[in-house]
């Protein structure tokens, strides 16, 4: 079906970012649902596959566009579990809704693998955010823009939304974790060693964690619950004793008690920034497919309500990352320093920001001025004198801005034995 409603659309997708993933099959499966396999170099083997639910009529009504709602599956799992094992096709019958289904791998922690060091395959945030969504945008009538997007999964696959969606929150305007392992802070022996089962050992895809911590710390949903602020967040759980509507729980069930652990964590971190969210401890029940599949059920109005009408994003712009270079909202940002550490950008505005970090930085912001216009500058670390300068916006209406934060931390931060201090600088602009 996917195969014979295929439509080529523009939307900004970089040249790159197409060539790199190729449909090679569209297999029909029922009268929404198909197979699709893609080749890209971002993943072992080379193929992967990628199942999709068109809403009813989407064939005949030809200019309307949908959301996207990415579902994605958890460990062990593949991207069929959603229509085999879940009740996608039936929570979806009737919706106006695009649910397009990846593959993930059977451990593949939704993240680029680090591999000691070597990187390498997989790179499934590579695929999915890079190449899978702009490929869905080019091909597929959607709302190509974050107001039309949204992600969830459950356990592996709730890690894999809420550490999308914080890593990059300009792409999504909901997400939502069932039974989610949001904190790998919890038990992360026992999940390093799941990367087994695609052939890999406990420190292959974030290192190992006593070396490597800043580097989990870095995908790791609770570390960044900042910057969910704007989405609609939806957290569903229960704690893993018997007892629960559907059964499971008890003293043989080890995941259900630990992801319990780890919302309970994300929710507290949430609250304490302020982010709001939908949050569900349901008590007693089991790490199994009758309790995600009601809770998909039960999320899915709140998903299409903000479809419908998004909530406003923040006026003023925070972000968090470990990353050397990010963009986010429009601002660019580049930290010059030693070692992997985290940056937060916060309170950006047209009138200024503040940057934490070390070493020195360049902010290039959005195109708000207008062009050519002069602005005075004033600079203020947290260690050093005041700064003043005078800066032109460019042809696009944005300031490029070099700036201190101050001395560089001479180790990766979180390693053993490196003392990581932080400086921030405060930037006014008129």
Known sequence: MVGAVL??????????????????????????L??????????????????VLLPDGYAKDTGRRYPVLYLLHGGAGN???????????????????IVVMPDGGSAGWYSNWRNAGTQGKPRWEDYHVGELIPWVDRHLRTVAARKGRAIAGLSMGGFGAMSYAARHPELFAAAAAFSGAVDTAVQPEALASLAALDGGNASSIWGA??????????????DLAENLRGMQLTLRTGNGEAGGPFGGGGPDDVFEPAVHEMTVNLHERLHAYGVPSVYEDYGPGGHTWAYWNRDLQQTLPAILGTFTKPAALPRDVRFVSTAPRYAI?????????????FSRLSDATARGFDLAGSGTATVVTPG???PRSAHAITIQPEKGPVLRRTKRADARGRLRIDLPLGPRNKG????PGVKTRFWSTSVKIR
């Open 7 to 32: 439509v080529g659309l523009t939307g900004g997708i970089p040249a790159t970012a197409q060539a790199k993933l190729t449909l090679t099959a569209s297999k029909p499966d029922t009268a929404r």
């Open 34 to 51: 198909s197979t699709l396999t893609f080749t890209t170099s971002a993943v072992p083997g080379g193929r992967t596959s990628v199942r």
């Open 79 to 97: 991207s069929s579990d959603w229509t085999t094992a879940g009740n996608a096709i039936t929570a979806t019958a009737g919706k106006p809704l």
């Open 209 to 222: 964690r006593r070396t490597q911590e800043i580097i989990w710390r870095g995908h790791n949903p609770t």
């Open 329 to 341: 909202r429009g601002w660019n940002v580049t930290i010059h320093r030693r070692a992997l550490e």
């Open 368 to 370: 708000r001025y207008r």
């Open 412 to 415: 990766q931060q979180d390693a």
